[in-house]
Structures are given as structure tokens and as C-alpha cells.
């Protein structure tokens, strides 16, 4: 075989694993992947139940209740256009108070309500996850 061959060879079985690799890291990567959603994009439509998902929004008023268990906390998520019950059983952040950021880890439940896994909430009132902050200026309710 010659010189030439042999470098087309190689060249052709490096693509081949890299795009292999690729393959494996983005099929592993997929199961991983939470997505960010707003509660005007569940708004009307049916949201993806079971899947693990981001919640983002504000705290409404007046709407956050602790279970007499003392680890149980449901309240509702906002972002002006539409509203979604969130149930989370932990330990909320310091952070975390109504009429302030959160964003909300886990997964859509059959009767639209969301179940956090986690809670992250704000860290000063300047900070909002970029996603929450476009999506809220397109909703014209971030206030500047």
C-alpha cells in the first residue's frame, strides 16, 4: 500500500471515531439536558410531564404555604402571563421569599402543577438568569 493510501486510511478512521465520540457524548448529554421553561410557555399547551425541566420566574404575593410537616412548601411561580403551582419538599434557600426570583428544578406533573427537586433562588435583587430575563422582557414585565 502506498504512503498515500495509508494517510487517506487514517485520516478516514480518525473522522470515523471522532464522530463516534461525538455520537456517544451527545446521546449521553441528551438524558442530562434540563430545559428552561417560563409559566406563559406551559400556558395553553401541554407541558412535558415526567421529564426533568427548569421552572423559572417569581415568587407570587402572598402564595407561598409550608405543610405541617415542616418540609413541604407549595407556592406559584409567575412571570406576569401565567401562573403554575410548584410543590417542593427540602430545604428552601435563605434566599427564597415571595415577590423574589426562583428558578425551580424538576418535572411537570399530568395536572399542570410542578414538582421541584431543587430551588434556586436569587442572589441579590439585580441577578436573574438570563433565560428569565428574556423571556420576561418579551412578557414587558421586567421593570428596569
Known sequence: MKA?????????LGLVAVMGASGLALSALKDEAAFFYAPADVAGKAPPVGRAVRLGGMVEAG????????VTIAFTVTDGKARVPVTFSGIAPDLFKEQSG????G????????????????HDERYMPPEMAGKMAAAKTLQQ
Do not use: T
Open 4 to 12: 498515500k493510501h495509508q494517510r487517506l486510511a487514517l485520516v478516514g
Open 63 to 70: 402564595s407561598i404555604h409550608r405543610q405541617n410537616d415542616g
Open 102 to 105: 426562583v428558578v425551580a428544578e
Open 107 to 122: 418535572q411537570f406533573r399530568a395536572d399542570g402543577s410542578f414538582a421541584a427537586d431543587n430551588l434556586l433562588a436569587k
